[in-house]
């Protein structure tokens, strides 16, 4: 059974094994070979923002959004890149503001985060984040170490498919080359393109 989690009192504490100092070796990478991503970028569950600072560039804005309140104020502690911007949000309760207006989603360690029955609320959330044709570009971790119940929640392959297989095209999918010390295999880099919903026909 899962129980709520305080990610508030985690950062208190600092308890915070996913905090690593620094982004995500594969996005380093990955913007290294293909340049920057251009338009209205979202990261969702940012933390304390080192993906959305690696992401900012003069040619795009990306928004970052936490529910903890000390992640964000952290995150906002930093030299500003570009206009990057750090927002107070839950996910599931999004302004209304932000429908379709996402280029680009980074989603990385926000999806194992969450409880894995909200999944499908996610995917849908994402979705209605993300203009016509736009992106999610993602890190996702399959089999992280847990503690009993998690989080974090790994996923398989046969899951992703099942979650944003419906409204998602695959672009590409990797294992990335330089990741965090002691996630070396255990996640997939995925590039997924946002599809018109399937036909609705009424029997
Ligand atoms: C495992 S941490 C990863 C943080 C960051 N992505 C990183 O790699 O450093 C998960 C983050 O998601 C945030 N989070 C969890 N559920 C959320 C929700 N419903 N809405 C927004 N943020 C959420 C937590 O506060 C936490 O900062």
Redesign the pocket.
């Known amino acids: 059974m899962q129980t709520q989690?305080d990610?508030?009192s985690?950062?208190q504490r600092r308890e915070?094994?996913?905090?690593?100092g620094r982004p995500?070796p594969a996005l380093i990478d990955f913007l290294a070979e293909n340049g920057p991503l251009t338009g209205e970028v979202f990261?969702?569950?940012?933390?304390?923002?080192?993906?959305v600072r690696a992401l900012s560039d003069s040619g795009n804005h990306v928004v970052g959004?936490?529910?903890?309140p000390f992640?964000i104020a952290k995150a906002n502690s930093f030299p500003k890149v570009a206009q990057e911007e750090y927002r107070l949000?839950?996910?599931?309760?999004l302004p209304a503001e932000y429908a379709q207006r996402f280029d680009w989603v980074f989603e990385?360690?926000?999806f194992?985060?969450?409880d894995p029955a909200?999944r499908q609320d996610y995917v849908e959330t994402i979705v209605r984040l993300l203009k016509a044709g736009g992106h999610l570009l993602s890190i996702f971790f399959l089999n992280p170490d847990h503690d009993e119940d998690g989080?974090?929640h790994g996923v398989t392959r046969k899951e992703l498919a099942k979650f944003f297989g419906e409204r998602f095209a695959l672009e590409r999918e990797w294992v990335p080359a330089r990741t965090h010390a002691g996630r070396e295999g255990r996640e997939l880099f995925r590039i997924l393109e946002l599809i018109p919903p399937p036909p609705h026909n009424p029997a």
Do not use: M, N, Q
């Open positions: 989690t990610w508030e985690a950062y915070t094994p996913w905090e690593k995500h990261v969702p569950g940012c933390g304390s923002g080192h993906d959004i936490d529910l903890a992640a949000a839950d996910l599931f309760a990385h360690t926000c194992c985060a969450i909200r989080p974090p």
